[in-house]
């Protein structure tokens, strides 16, 4: 693959090569019929849409909570 000068990737970046969960991941998505345990993928008819809507606005209607939440953490996660 040639990157331009410019290019977005590091250095590590443009000598990494795909991982196995890369393909089981693909695999997954091409064959919906599929479960993969690989990559953590749901079935997406029971995600609960509108719950994760309602939840997600009352955060963020509190300024401070909203913008914490939208953070990284530590590793550890908050107390």
Do not use: C
């Not at 849409?49 to 990284?72: F, I």
């Amino acid at each position: 693959m040639n990157y331009p000068e410019r290019s977005a990737f590091s250095e590590m970046g443009k000598r990494a090569s795909d991982l196995p969960i890369s393909w089981l991941m693909e695999k997954a998505l091409q064959k919906p019929g599929i479960v993969s345990l690989a990559a953590g993928f749901t079935d997406n008819q029971t995600l609960p849409l509108q719950l994760t809507s309602e939840v997600v606005n009352e955060l963020l209607d509190d300024v401070p909570a909203g913008r914490k939440a939208l953070q990284y953490g530590t590793t550890r996660g908050d107390e």
